[in-house]
């Protein structure tokens, strides 16, 4: 009888904790900076645009060459690196006393978040075992999802109720806290179990840099990103339109705690039954929560749209990162986490400015009907890619 072997060390819980406490940073100040700097520098609408998407662009800066360097000194290192950037970068919030100063600090900050939260993808892909791969960064991407809830939420609460200065300063605690909580991870990559053969020639050129494997699912995982980049980025707007704003309010809680109960779940099918077993049904709830949003009209519509957009985006983005590192030589893992962060990122955070232009020309509920097309077209490029090779995973 084979053993099972444990996923739930303190590695793994300390690193999904401070991932958990960066990405709540990183949320809890992109829904609140571009108002911060309307009020308080008077900024235009494109300029306060600017002062949020330039973390985007930090961040995928930093991912472009944090997989290679993984690759040479170890995931751990750069964490601590990431995470002191990151920390910096939070405390110089304060005296950002002009939009050229905190344009610079947004994109500092980015640059750490995205080195930092590619080496904890990437030390739970190394510490983690082969066999619970798919349920263990199944469990762990919910610190992601989770912070997309919360961090918003306490935000706009925040801003609501205090000073902006306090979410700098609560920004900064749970920097601190996370990292504190570092110095207690002793698991290093070299002391990862080596369940794969290493490369014996090193890559040049693109190669260092982008993980070829990782591109067909990263394509994927680009139109989806874009798909729920619409709804993380105009959800408000519509809301208001549609005179819905206080059920509006609850929409990313439902969306957590649809992806909190269906998680257990899916990572073992994903482990158990293949990628495409657990893909094509959360695209599929995807896109159908994109058309339910498109033609709500009430509250409780509203929140189901999220309960279903939970269901199919939430478990999509965490099983397409485990098919990501599927065959990877573990000296690669940092490279491939690199370039499925890179495809997300860049829907996230490019996503939003053409989908502006298509919200202005059509409306909301017609963006999200073409965004449900869109996950539609990122199914079938799914169905064509796994027909021409879908590896199982172990």
Request: hydrophobic share 55%; charged share 10%; net charge positive.
């Amino acid at each position: 009888m084979e053993v099972k072997q444990n996923l739930w060390t303190k590695d793994f819980i300390f690193i999904s904790i401070i991932n958990f406490f960066l990405m709540i940073v990183m949320y809890m100040l992109m829904v609140t900076i571009a108002p911060f700097a309307v009020e308080e520098y008077g900024a235009s609408a494109s300029m306060a645009g600017l002062v949020s998407g330039i973390f985007i662009i930090g961040t995928l800066s930093a991912r472009i060459g944090t997989g290679r360097v993984i690759e040479s000194i170890g995931s751990r290192r750069i964490l601590l690196f990431g995470m002191i950037i990151s920390v910096i970068a939070v405390a110089l919030y304060f005296i950002a006393h002009s939009l050229p100063i905190l344009l610079i600090v947004r994109f500092i900050h980015g640059i750490g978040l995205g080195i930092a939260s590619t080496a904890t993808g990437t030390m739970i892909a190394q510490i983690i075992p082969a066999s619970r791969r798919g349920e263990g960064i199944g469990y762990f991407s919910l610190s992601t999802v989770l912070a997309t809830a919360i961090g918003p939420f306490f935000g706009i609460y925040l801003s609501q109720h205090v000073e902006f200065t306090w979410i700098f300063i609560f920004s900064l605690a749970l920097g601190l806290v996370g990292l504190a909580m570092f110095f207690f991870v002793d698991k290093r990559p070299e002391e990862a179990p080596q369940e794969i053969v290493e490369v014996k020639d090193t890559p040049k050129g693109l190669a260092n840099y982008i993980e070829k494997s990782a591109l067909p699912i990263a394509a994927v995982i680009l139109l989806a990103g874009i798909g729920y980049s619409g709804v993380l980025s105009f959800l408000s707007f519509y809301a208001k339109e549609a005179n819905l704003v206080d059920a509006a309010s609850f929409f990313f809680l439902i969306y957590a705690v649809a992806i909190l109960i269906s998680r257990p779940f899916s990572g073992k099918l994903l482990d158990r039954k293949g990628g495409t077993f657990v893909v094509v049904p959360s695209l599929v709830l995807f896109a159908g929560g994109l058309l339910l949003l498109s033609q709500t009209h009430t509250g409780f519509i509203l929140l189901i749209a999220g309960a279903i957009i939970g269901l199919g985006f939430g478990n999509f983005q965490s099983c397409a990162q485990a098919i990501a590192l599927i065959g990877v030589p573990i000296k690669r893992i940092g490279i491939a986490t690199s370039t499925f962060y890179i495809f997300l990122d860049f829907g996230f955070g490019f996503g939003p400015y053409f989908l502006g232009n298509v919200a202005t020309a059509y409306g909301y509920r017609d963006l999200y009907m073409i965004l449900a097309g869109l996950v539609v077209v990122a199914l079938v490029l799914y169905l064509l890619i796994s027909r021409k090779k879908q590896p199982a995973i172990q």
